[in-house]
């Protein structure tokens, strides 16, 4: 899988550029360019989430693939 997929997703479209994100990233992944935030240091992102929980207009998201050991199964849903 491509690496950038493991990156926080920002949508330009949403970010207001208020800069919580970029004040709150312990790893100093985020940064204000041209008005909106984006991923500069990719390299040193932890996935902590921080930065998603804290946007005020849900303009980060952090993909997350649930995966299963070995010889599991899903479990069957529904009746």
């Keep these: ?6 990156l926080p997703q920002i949508d330009q479209l949403i970010c207001t550029g208020c800069g919580d994100c970029v004040a ?4 100093r992944v985020l940064a204000l ?3 909106t935030a984006l991923v500069v240091q ?3 992102c932890n996935y902590c989430a921080i930065c998603e929980a804290l946007c005020p207009v849900g303009a ?3 993909p997350y693939v649930i995966g299963f050991g070995a ?9």
């Design 1 to 6: 899988m491509n690496d950038l997929a493991w």
């Design 24 to 27: 709150v990233c312990p790893t």
């Design 33 to 35: 360019v041209g008005g």
């Design 42 to 44: 990719p390299a040193a």
């Design 60 to 62: 980060i998201a952090l």
């Design 71 to 79: 010889g599991a199964r899903p479990a069957a849903l529904g009746p």
